[in-house]
C-alpha cells in the first residue's frame, strides 16, 4: 500500500486529533531517520500507523488482542492500554500488509520501549514523545536532545514517563524498567 493511501485509510480509523498526532509522530520519524541515517521510509511508515489501535474501546483490547493470539503479561491485564500498540502491529499487518519486522517491532514498542531497542525503535519511541503536538513540561529538552543523542533523550523520556507513573501510583511495565536500565549499564561501560 502507498503512503498516500495509508494516510486515507488512517483517517478513517483515528479521530481528528490523533490522526494528527500521527501524521506529526511519522514526520517528526522521518526527520530523525535522516539525522541518524534510518531508513526514512520505514520511520514514516511505523510513525503513521503506530496508534491504529489507540482508539480501540478499553474493553475490546484484551478480547481483541487475545483473538490475534497476543500473550497477555499481568501488568497488560491490569492495565489493556497497554496492549494497543501490540493490537496495533497486528492491525498494520492485517489490515495494511506491513510484513516489515522492524516497522512493527517499532509499533509495538513505541509506548512501553524495551530491551535491545534498534535505531528505529528508538525513533518511533521519541517520535511519539516530541511530535509538535506534544506541550508536556520538559518536552522542549528531549526534543534538543534528541536532535544530538538517542540514548539521552531516550533515558530522559523513559524517566519522564516513570516519574509520571509513580505520582500517580501506576503500574510500570517491566520492558521500560529492562529499556532504562539497559542504557545506563552503557554508559556505565563507557
Ligand atoms: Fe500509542
Ligand atoms: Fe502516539
Redesign the pocket.
Known sequence: MKYAKMLAEVAKRLSSKRFS??IG?SETAECLAVRFHCDTEKAKIAGLL??LA?EVPMNELLPRAQAFGIVVNDIEQAEPILLHPLLGAKLAQAEFGIDDAEILQAIIL?TTAGESMTILDKIIYLA?VIEPGRGFKGVDSIREMAQVDLDKALLAALDQSIDYLVKRCGLIHPATIAARNEILLKKREC
Open positions: 498526532h500521527s509522530v503506530h496508534d489507540r513505541h511519539d
